[in-house]
């Protein structure tokens, strides 16, 4: 019933194909993803997940994150409002149906930047995106990019280091994923992004020119 119900869901979602962009946290996802927006500002359209962690320095709630208290994050999971949704260092992280039909109602092509749990859950569903996978050089280049970020405590990311090893090794699994995409230097990183999405990016364009 709850996969049928998705099946359903999806299947009326029209619009063009979206995107899911996964990786360890400091791979370089939001780097690369600010890139791609700012050059095709007019063709993505980034579905803004939900937290219940306190905003950075710099972030905005609406853009960044959907900043939300627990208890009301988790009666929307409750509601199935949520395509997604995960446990991650005692804050709760999720995609609501809302943010992807928001994006794809407009003829842009969706961006979700989701873990992995969040990819095995989709991949379970109709939505039939492209699946990216932004992976770090090492573990010692992903230590240094955490550290130098100094935004929490040791235990917290020594957490997200652990999290980032199993990810690195799934991200393997053939058929995880469309493109597996190694950002050692960023601006290489950034062509094979777009070279990959480069199809699905003319579509939208040719679609916008003939309305």
């Given at each position: 019933m709850y996969m049928r119900y998705f099946s359903r869901l999806f299947s009326?979602?029209?619009?063009?194909?979206?995107?899911?962009l996964s990786g360890p946290s400091g791979a370089g996802k939001s780097t690369l993803l600010k890139k791609l927006m700012k050059e095709y500002d007019?063709?993505?359209?980034?579905?803004?997940?939900?937290?219940?962690?306190?905003?950075r320095p710099g972030e905005v709630n609406g853009?960044?994150?959907?900043?939300?208290?627990?208890?009301?994050?988790q009666a929307a999971i409750d509601g199935d409002e949520f395509i997604e949704n995960a446990e991650f260092s005692g804050n709760l992280y999720g995609t609501s149906k809302a943010a992807v039909q928001d994006?794809?109602?407009?003829?842009?092509i969706c961006i979700l930047d989701i873990d992995m749990?969040?990819?095995?859950?989709?991949?379970r569903t109709d939505l039939n995106p492209i699946y990216i996978s932004i992976q770090p050089p090492s573990m010692d280049v992903l230590e240094k990019r955490l550290r130098d970020?100094?935004?929490?405590?040791?235990?917290?990311?020594?957490?997200r280091l652990n999290i980032?090893?199993?990810?690195?090794?799934?991200?393997?699994?053939?058929?995880?994923?469309d493109v597996v995409i190694i950002n050692d230097h960023l601006d290489v990183a950034y062509v094979q992004l777009k070279e990959t999405l480069l199809q699905e990016i003319n579509s939208v364009k040719k679609?916008?020119?003939s309305s």
């Open positions: 009326a979602m029209a619009g063009p194909r979206p995107v899911v007019s063709v993505f359209g980034f579905s803004v997940s939900h937290t219940t962690r306190k905003p853009k960044d994150y959907h900043y939300v208290t627990r208890e009301a994050m994006v794809q109602a407009k003829n842009l749990q969040g990819v095995r859950n989709i991949k970020r100094n935004t929490e405590c040791e235990e917290s990311l020594q957490k980032a090893k199993v990810d690195m090794e799934l991200s393997k699994e053939p058929g995880m994923f679609i916008s020119a």
